[in-house]
């Protein structure tokens, strides 16, 4: 029997597979496809203090291998979340993870403190890397001193363990991740959708009402692979690893590169089933390579 | 809302660029209704990287079927598939039609644009059952944009039909046609799919003569089941305007909560 838990610390999970943000709905969405019970954990959709809106369409473009997103974080802001979601996800043996937003440090902080106040919730993804809601995908995780700030404030709020969801638009990923990691978090997970677009060359429009949104699929992951390896490699706390993440052979490549978790996102677009699938492929993988618990596997890369 | 990986292809259609797939699949057969719509995975490889969204055709008890256009990669991919090859598809998906037994004895005006014509035969179908009369407006550009003509025509419907240049039945739009029409009867109910611009004149000219219309609206979709926030329109709800998710709330909406994309009138 092949033990797939991970401990993050601050928080064990029955494997390393958890719904990505975003791409899981508030999880719901996901239960006439497969058993939310049998998952590491999901991350619901990002949630601001308020209801939003989100972008005008078109949202979303298709690129090689990839999706470009402007969505523009709608949601059902935190009371609903409380009343309408939250009683309902209570129910399921699985980690819940809520994303949270904020227009400033005080709105992260607001959402934190508001949630807190219920049960069923296992920890916060700090979202500072949201491209698609300030112009040219301006968010905290591009500079290391708004990450510092963010995460602290909300470190010091909150009554859950943070996990700072990092921008791989940056020049330097390494410094942001050593910056969210002095100001408290427990963990990061890495990376958002790189800032992209696509240009409809009959009308010369941009393919996307917001101009810029964020790419993510398969055709990101050797770079998201590489940043997490490279923050995997310098941070002390866990790393949760994502970025077009299809299969359990995507899964075991983050792993190895030093990711304690994933985050599996488009894929669940794809294939609603993809998370449970993966992680029945992860179960193989050890089963045939003889590996009775799945963390032995995490940061083996060979020189 | 079930995934059947594997529905078998058991027929094929093709007119030009036009092309119906018949899927077996006996779980979403058994629960799809008119107007709603399936979600086919049209490569098994990250090119095209997403499903496609196409509304059900028609049904039997262990088929559905699908009718699309050429229109890009995807559905050129979907149309070079063949009989006894199998589709992974999910479905069925969304909220179809307004239409139940309480349409019985009336007279219903089915208004279908270009491939917007997929998702009217079903509800023909269903009309006919509950013992409706359903009059059909079918248009296109040219005269082989109308491949369905014929099954329409066979199945005894009153089939009106017009063609942009002409080439067969009333000359302009199905908007146009079906105004010319209403000169000479009420509908008691319309059900309209097809381009944006014909939709928002049917709309207008329902809204003129207060008859109650729904329509089928397309969309580029992620997932086609409400997790992505993709596919979303402005609609009004509770006398605001909000953007609602196509897949979920739709693809069919009362003629009266869309909000119509400006200009072209």
Request: net charge negative; glycine share 10%.
């Amino acid at each position: 029997m092949t033990d797939l838990s991970v401990d993050l610390g601050f928080l064990k999970l029955k494997n390393p597979v958890i719904g990505a943000s975003g791409t899981f709905g508030y999880g719901l969405e996901f239960e006439p496809y497969i058993d939310l019970n049998r998952l590491g954990g999901f991350v619901v959709k990002g949630l601001y203090f308020s209801p939003r809106e989100g972008n005008p369409p078109p949202r979303l473009v298709e690129t090689p291998s990839g999706l470009i997103n402007a969505i523009g974080l709608p949601g059902i802001g935190v009371k609903r979340f409380s009343e309408e979601i939250l009683p309902r996800l209570q129910k399921f043996n699985t980690t819940v993870i809520v994303n949270v937003c904020g227009e400033n440090n005080e709105e992260y902080a607001s959402v934190v403190e508001f949630l807190d106040k219920y049960d069923g919730i296992a920890a916060y993804e700090l979202n500072i890397s949201c491209p698609n809601v300030e112009q040219d995908g301006l968010c905290p995780a591009l500079s290391p001193e708004a990450t510092f700030s963010a995460v602290s404030l909300v470190k010091k709020t909150s009554s859950r363990p943070i996990i700072a969801k990092l921008s791989p638009n940056v020049t330097d990923v390494v410094q942001i991740a050593l910056s969210a990691e002095e100001a408290g978090a427990d963990a990061l997970s890495l990376v958002n959708t790189f800032l992209a677009m696509a240009v409809d060359i009959e009308t010369r429009k941009p393919k996307l009402s917001n101009i810029y949104g964020g790419l993510s699929g398969p055709a990101i992951k050797p770079i998201a692979l590489r940043m997490t390896h490279q923050v995997a490699g310098r941070v002390k706390i866990p790393v949760i690893g994502m970025g077009g993440i299809l299969t359990g052979q995507d899964a075991l490549e983050y792993m190895i590169a030093g990711a304690k978790a994933v985050e599996v996102g488009t894929a669940n677009f794809i294939d609603p089933e993809s998370t449970v699938k993966i992680i029945e492929e992860l179960r193989e993988y050890c089963q045939k390579k003889g590996i009775d618990r799945i963390e032995t596997l995490i940061g083996t890369l060979q020189a | 809302m079930v995934k059947d990986p594997q529905a078998r292809i058991i027929d094929k259609k093709n007119w030009k660029s036009y092309f119906s797939l018949s899927l077996e699949s006996p779980r979403i057969a058994a629960q799809a209704q008119s107007g709603q719509f399936i979600m086919v995975r049209v490569s098994a490889h990250t090119q095209p990287l997403l499903r496609r969204p196409f509304s059900i055709h028609s049904k039997s008890e262990k088929t559905v079927e699908i009718f699309f256009q050429i229109t890009g990669l995807g559905t050129e991919l979907l149309s070079q598939k063949k009989p006894e090859d199998s589709l992974d598809i999910l479905g069925p998906l969304g909220k179809g039609f307004e239409a139940g037994k309480n349409l019985k004895g009336k007279d219903i005006a089915l208004v279908g644009g270009g491939r917007g014509i997929a998702p009217l035969y079903f509800l023909s179908q269903k009309l006919r059952s509950y013992g409706a009369t359903a009059r059909i407006f079918y248009g296109g550009k040219s005269q082989e944009d109308l491949p369905l003509k014929e099954k329409f025509e066979k199945e005894g419907f009153d089939l009106h039909w017009s063609t942009d240049d002409g080439s067969s039945g009333f000359k302009g739009f199905v908007s146009d046609l079906f105004k010319t029409e209403l000169e000479k009867y009420t509908p008691d109910r319309i059900f309209a799919c097809g381009p944006e611009l014909m939709m928002k004149k049917i709309s207008l000219i329902a809204q003129e003569k207060n008859i109650p219309a729904e329509f089928s609206l397309e969309s580029v979709m992620g997932c086609g089941f409400g997790a992505c926030w993709g596919c979303v329109r402005r609609i009004k709800r509770d006398n605001r305007e909000e953007w609602v998710k196509i897949c979920e709330e739709g693809p069919v909406f009362s003629g009266n909560d869309i909000i119509w994309e400006e200009g072209d009138e």
